[in-house]
T-cell receptor, first 114, second 115 residues
């Protein structure tokens, strides 16, 4: 049971390049999330998927797109990277949709946009 | 609107001394409150949560947190700090009537425990 896995662990992009961050969970969780972590700002929600086949915007969705490929996988795409997207990106999953359940986080992807 | 404040960027404690990491929140309706810990180059790990009931919640690694409704606070505590407790700690709140998806995280407090 690997929990939540993310690839790549680290990536350097040039402004305007595109890339996809991959996330997978093996806990059979229904909901999945993408956050970005910036110094002094905590974690901010980019997009989430309440269940397979659905996605919704979070606090900071501009410049990103997501795909909930199946129940296990939730990818985050940057179509045209900008320096402001330099950050650490975390994927998380949670069982069920209620407010009580705990989120489980992946190890993160460090992205540097030059 | 929901919000979480962690007023201290860093907390310094000597090993063996008690530690407190502060958190205050604002949410409409009943709050669900969480503490997470992040070690270097790792994702966040769940420590404890308050949903309802006893105001003192016990969690992993000897940590506990006290929910105070009148002060809208949820401070993290540990009676005796260890050097291995040094990490980044996040408080988070989820409103009971927000559909359960929008968790708001504080900016984080770095705990440094000196041997």
């Amino acid at each position: 049971n690997a929990g939540v896995t993310q690839t790549p662990k680290f990536q350097v992009l040039k402004t305007g390049q595109s890339m996809t961050l991959q996330c997978a969970q093996d806990m059979n969780h229904n909901s999945m999330y993408w956050y970005r972590q910036d110094p002094g700002m905590g974690l901010r929600l980019i997009y989430y998927s309440a269940s397979e086949g659905t996605t919704d915007k979070g606090e900071v969705p501009n410049g990103y797109n997501v795909s909930r490929l199946n129940k296990r996988e939730f990818s985050l795409r940057l179509e045209s990277a900008a320096p402001s997207q330099t950050s650490v990106y975390f994927c998380a999953s949670r069982n069920g949709q209620g407010a009580l359940e705990t989120q489980y986080f992946g190890p993160g992807t460090r992205l540097l946009v030059l | 609107a929901q919000s979480v404040a962690q007023p201290e960027d860093q907390v310094n404690v000597a090993e063996g001394n008690p530690l407190t990491v502060k958190c205050t929140y604002s949410v409409s309706g009943n709050p669900y409150l969480f503490w997470y810990v992040q070690y270097p180059n790792r994702g966040l790990q769940f420590l404890l949560k308050y949903i309802t009931g006893d105001n003192l919640v016990k969690g992993s690694y000897g940590f506990e947190a006290e929910f105070n409704k009148s002060q809208t606070s949820f401070h993290l505590k540990k009676p005796s700090a260890l050097v291995s407790d040094s990490a980044l700690y996040f408080c988070a709140v989820r409103g009971a009537n927000t559909g359960g998806f929008k968790t708001i995280f504080g900016a984080g407090t770095r705990l440094f425990v000196k041997a």
